[in-house]
Nanobody, 124 residues
């Protein structure tokens, strides 16, 4: 059984930083590209960042480029999202996903497994 768990959310002031972590069990972690999505109240879930199996290639939502960095530690089966210069509009539930079944990566239904999410709240 595949289990995905996110950590690291919280309340931070505008301009601050947070690092989210995600662990996955029940599968071979480094066989899968991975992603971070987010969903704010009343809005659709949107793709924030994507990383290939090796970590050599990454893609980002335009509004987070230069502020967020996705990375992975395959030796420890952990995915990260470093978030700097946070803005109130970054407030959302953040989800880790893996096993992309087909492209594009920005479509939530194209991912097989999700965690329960971790809340990020940025105050102004």
């Amino acid at each position: 059984q595949v289990q995905v768990v996110e950590y690291g959310g919280g309340l931070v002031q505008s301009g601050g930083s947070l690092r989210l972590s995600c662990t996955a069990s029940g599968l071979t972690f480094d066989n899968y590209p991975m992603t971070w999505f987010r969903q704010a109240p009343g809005k659709e879930r949107e793709g924030v960042a994507y990383i290939t199996m090796s970590g050599g290639t990454t893609y980002y939502l335009e509004s987070v480029k230069g502020r967020f960095t996705i990375s992975r530690d395959n030796a420890n089966d952990t995915l990260y999202l470093q978030m700097n210069s946070l803005k109130p509009e970054d407030t959302a539930m953040y989800y880790c996903g893996l096993h992309l079944t087909r492209g594009p990566w920005t479509i939530p239904a194209h991912w097989s497994y999700w965690g329960q999410g971790t809340q990020v709240t940025v105050s102004s």
